[in-house]
Each structure stands twice: as C-alpha cells, then as structure tokens.
T-cell receptor, first 112, second 113 residues
Framework: EDQVTQSPEALRLQEGESSSLNCSYT??????LFWYRQDPGKGPEFLFT???AGEEKEKERLKATLTKKESFLHITAPKPEDSATYLC?????????????FGTGTRLQVTL | DAVVTQSPTHLIKTRGQQVTLRCSPK?????VSWYQQALGQGPQFIFQ???????QRGNFPDRFSGHQFPNYSSELNVNALLLGDSALYLC????????????FGAGTRLSVL
C-alpha cells in the first residue's frame, strides 16, 4: 500500500539554526514527490516537485532532495517567517492517478 | 496572486443537514480534486473531476458527491452530515490527468454541531 511518512512531527529551531525534514515513501513506481507549505487556516502552497532520484531543487532558504526511498527538505538559516507546516505528498496508486497521498506534516516553529 | 477560489470560507451546520461547497479552478486548469483535512492531519483525497466526470475516488462514503461544470468549476456536496465531517475542505486544480502540480485554494472550514 502506498504510504508517505514524515518526521519529525514537530521541530523548533532558533533563527539561523539549519535543519532537515524527512519524507519517506512507499509508492509503486515513483511519479513525483511534492512538497507543500501550509500556514494555519490556509490551503497548502506548492513548493517543489521532484521526479528522479538525485534531483535537487532550491528556493530561497529551502532545498529539496530526492533518493529512491526518501526526500529531504533542508532549511538553511531559517527565519521566523519560515514557521509553518511542511507537507510532502506522492501520487497514489498506478495508472494516470494524479491524486495525492499526503504525510501528516512537520510543524516547524522558528524563534528569534 | 489569485489562483483557486473556494466559497464559503466558513460554514456551520447541524447533524443530518446537507452542505454544498464551491470551487473555481486556476485559469487554464481543467481538473479539480477535493480533499478533506482534519485538524493535525494531512489532506485526504475525496475525489477528482475531469471533463465533468468523476475520474477517481478516495475512501469516502456515497454521502460525498460532486459535480463539475462546463467552465471547470466544481461543487462538493455532503449529505446527512455527521460530527466527524467537521474539517477543512480543500479544492485543488491542475491541468490534465497526469502527475501535474496541484494548486490549492484556501479551503472551507466546516463545523458540524
């Protein structure tokens, strides 16, 4: 069964303290791994999509990487405005499916 | 920038009632997916509409139904509401049926009393 597992559930960092969030998955035939950011009471905001092992993408202080079994979201020198829940998701099932299976997210809090 | 629009933003209903939520996709998108997100959980896939037909469905009962209009907008209907239906309902739009990026609206917060 396709599953997406994220760790840690919550992470508290001081401003400037770099860290990584993990997303491990068991998806039949990787067809994309998506990272989203979600602020409280809002919908998920698209960050990155990765399709191949070894692929990396960057946006400001965030860098997403992908291996055959997991993805990491690296946060370099975070700021308080990076505080949010970070969700990863993968396509569920086979065929033309574009429906996404989400992990439960990592709640990131960045303090001064 | 305005992408996916959902209405209403908040809704309060009582058990047994019916509710309709609405979604307008991003310009140029023809596929709409609906998700339910309980507090502290990731979004759970309900169903997806493409070319005015339900193409895929998650593990949700028949009380959950939907519709897509010729302009690609969509509705989610939930009948016989239960307390457990209280959640944030998210609409996501994308182009086509492949593993394309899904863009989410801000959601409708449904409270069932």
């Amino acid at each position: 069964e396709d599953q997406v597992t994220q760790s840690p559930e919550a992470l508290r960092l001081q401003e400037g303290e770099s860290s990584s969030l993990n997303c491990s998955y068991t998806v039949s035939g990787l067809r994309g791994l998506f990272w989203y950011r979600q602020d409280p009471g809002k919908g998920p905001e698209f960050l990155f999509t990765l399709y191949s092992a070894g692929e990396e993408k960057e946006k400001e202080r965030l860098k997403a990487t992908l291996t055959k079994k997991e993805s990491f979201l690296h946060i370099t020198a975070p700021k308080p405005e990076d505080s949010a829940t970070y969700l990863c998701a993968g396509p569920l099932g086979t065929g033309t499916a574009s429906k996404l299976t989400f992990g439960t997210g990592t709640r990131l809090q960045v303090t001064l | 920038d305005a992408v996916v629009t959902q209405s209403p933003t908040h809704l309060i209903k009582t058990r047994g009632q019916q509710v309709t939520l609405r979604c307008s996709p991003k310009s140029g998108h023809d596929t709409v997916s609906w998700y339910q997100q309980a507090l502290g959980q990731g979004p759970q896939f309900i169903f997806q509409y493409y070319e005015e037909e339900e193409r895929q469905r998650g593990n949700f009962p028949d009380r959950f139904s939907g519709h897509q209009f010729p302009n690609y907008s969509s509705e989610l209907n939930v009948n016989a509401l239960l307390l457990g239906d209280s959640a944030l309902y998210l609409c996501a739009s994308s182009h086509g049926q492949g593993t394309n990026i899904q863009y989410f609206g801000a959601g409708t917060r449904l409270s069932v009393l």
